[in-house]
């Protein structure tokens, strides 16, 4: 099994009050790690955040809400997440031999 994918939500004072900790990877979640990655020019939209902030919460089977995730993360946590989803992804579809979405091949 890989290495946990951890996030920690903090109280006003910056406390922490709970670490959420997943390591596999579902199926629903290979599907949808495309849409929930940082956009190649890596800039964010509202719609990008939003469906990063979905996807975070659904991927810690909404042990929190959004609002949860708003008032009580760590932006880089919150974006690290997503990243290491959407790049274990990636690793598993290499590892397969399954070709990797818009990566061209150098050979023309």
Known sequence: ???PIKITLYGENGEEIKTYSRS???WEFFK??????????GSLSAENIKIIQ???CDFYDNQFTIEDLIKGSDVG???????KVAFRVLQIMKEQGIALPNV???AK
């Open 77 to 83: 946590e919150v974006l690290r997440v997503a990243t």
């Open 32 to 41: 949808r790690s495309r849409e929930a990655g940082i956009p190649k020019d």
């Open 1 to 3: 099994m890989s290495e």
């Open 24 to 26: 596999h990877i579902s």
């Open 104 to 106: 061209q091949t150098a």
């Open 54 to 56: 979905e996807f975070v």
